[in-house]
Structures are given as C-alpha cells and as structure tokens.
C-alpha cells in the first residue's frame, strides 16, 4: 500500500530554519510529482511548492527565495528546506503525491511545524 510519511517539523523561533522530509513507500517514485502543502487553523489547505517528475519547481508567492523543494528518486524522498521562517508559516505540513497521466493522489499524515518566539 501506498505510505507517505513526514517528518523534520516541530517549533522553531522566526528568522529559524526547518527541513521537512518526505520519504514514499507502495509507488514508482520517480513516475509522481511530489508536493507540499499546508493547512493552519481555520484556513484551507494551500499548495506551498510542487516538484514534477521532471524536477520543475513552483511554489506559492509567500515561500518564494525561501523555501527550496527537492527529491532524490533513489531515496524515494522529497524534502522541503524552509528558511527564514516567520509567524505565518505555522500550519501542518502535508506531502502529496500525483501521478501526472492516471491523477491518483496520496497524502501524508502531515507533520507540525510551529514559529514562534
């Protein structure tokens, strides 16, 4: 079966860094475009950076020159590299998984991450 599993949150002061990892198990890694999302209390859930099989990044206009995206397909890993973290950013962080031709999608259990002084 198909497991995404998240870790690296936890409470970091602002201006800290936090690496997020997302380690895949049950799919072809390297056929999935692989994202993080995030969701804080009473908002929706928001893309925050997306990489493709093809490793083209995108992320959401707020992260931008701060977060960087990655994935190394022998680890069958995406990671999240989150720097300058401010208030804002608090939310639980979500891993997805998209096969881009078949569009069947999978989510981790999602991982807290907290800043704050």
């Known amino acids: 079966q198909v497991q995404l599993v998240e870790s690296g949150g936890g409470l970091v002061q602002p201006g800290g860094s936090l690496r997020l990892s997302c380690a895949a198990s049950?799919?072809?890694?390297?056929?999935?475009?692989m994202g993080w999302y995030r969701q804080a209390p009473g908002k929706q859930r928001e893309l925050v950076a997306r990489?493709?099989?093809?490793?083209?990044?995108n992320y959401a206009d707020s992260v931008k020159g701060r977060f960087t995206i990655s994935r190394d397909n022998a680890m069958h890993t995406v990671y999240l590299q989150m720097n300058s973290l401010k208030p804002e950013d608090t939310a639980v962080y979500y891993c997805?998984?998209?096969?881009?031709?078949?569009?069947?999608?999978?989510w981790g259990q999602g991982t807290q991450v907290t800043v704050s002084s």
């Open positions: 997805n998984a998209n096969h881009p031709q078949t569009a069947n999608d999978y």
């Open positions: 049950g799919v072809i890694f390297s056929f999935f475009d």
């Open positions: 990489i493709t099989t093809g490793r083209t990044t």
